[in-house]
Nanobody
Framework: QVQLVESGGGLVQPGGSLRLSCAAS????????MGWYRQAPGKEREFVAR???????YYAGTVRGRFTISRDSAKNTVSLQMNSLEPEDTAVYYC??????????WGQGTQVTVSS
């Protein structure tokens, strides 16, 4: 079993920055893929970014160049640095971890609101 706890969401003005963090506990390994999805009101959950083996990253086109994902293996955390935020980035952000067994675990979500 794996538990994921997100933090760092909040309200920010357009053009501002936020940093989300996700702490993993339980049966984790450096081979896990960790990342983020988001879900805006009335929309389906969509992929944001992922990091595999602690170094291989991939981003959705809508956030590439503005968001940066990183992993601290020693602390078992994954972070999402979000810059140049836009109102369209408003959503609940969910951390996920996919184990080598292909089982995926989810966090409870953290709200990000971009508004003036």
């Amino acid at each position: 079993q794996v538990q994921l706890v997100e933090s760092g969401g909040g309200l920010v003005q357009p053009g501002g920055s936020l940093r989300l963090s996700c702490a993993a506990s339980g049966s984790t390994s450096s081979s896990d893929t960790m990342g983020w999805y988001r879900q805006a009101p009335g929309k389906e959950r969509e992929f944001v970014a992922r990091i595999s083996s602690g170094i291989f990253t991939y981003y959705a086109g809508t956030v590439r160049g503005r968001f940066t994902i990183s992993r601290d293996s020693a602390k078992n955390t994954v972070s999402l640095q979000m810059n140049s935020l836009e109102p369209e980035d408003t959503a609940v952000y969910y951390c996920f971890l996919t184990a080598p067994s292909s089982i995926t675990y989810w966090g409870q979500g953290t709200q990000v609101t971009v508004s003036s």
